[in-house]
């Protein structure tokens, strides 16, 4: 029998075991599975989220946000192209 260590990611306190066991012992629940019961079990997702591994340090978060946040237009770059007219075209029709 192999026994494999779960995943703890820093920034969700409930990954961690212990803290995962007190917060259900404090609702006077048995499982997570539990607060789930009534959900349909045909509409419950079966088996494991795909999640990327944790970032184990503050630092590879912080990049990692950064990276996500640069993909949106800020909100002085909007501006910049609607003075230049510009906006418009690069704005969904349904959107106007």
Not at 26 to 37: C, H, R
Not at 38 to 53: A, F, M, T, V, Y
Not at 66 to 92: I, V
Request: with cysteine.
């Amino acid at each position: 029998m192999s026994y494999k260590k779960p995943i703890v990611y820093p920034y969700i306190p409930n990954s961690i075991p212990a803290t995962k066991a007190e917060m259900l012992r404090e609702i006077n629940a048995k499982s997570v599975d539990e607060l789930f019961a009534d959900i349909p079990e045909n509409i419950r997702i079966k088996g494991k989220l795909k999640l990327p591994e944790p970032f184990l340090s503050e630092a590879e978060l912080v990049r990692h946000v950064e990276g996500l946040l640069n993909k949106n237009t800020s909100g002085a770059r909007a501006a910049e192209l609607s003075r230049r007219g510009l906006l418009a075209a690069l704005c969904p029709s349904g959107v106007r």
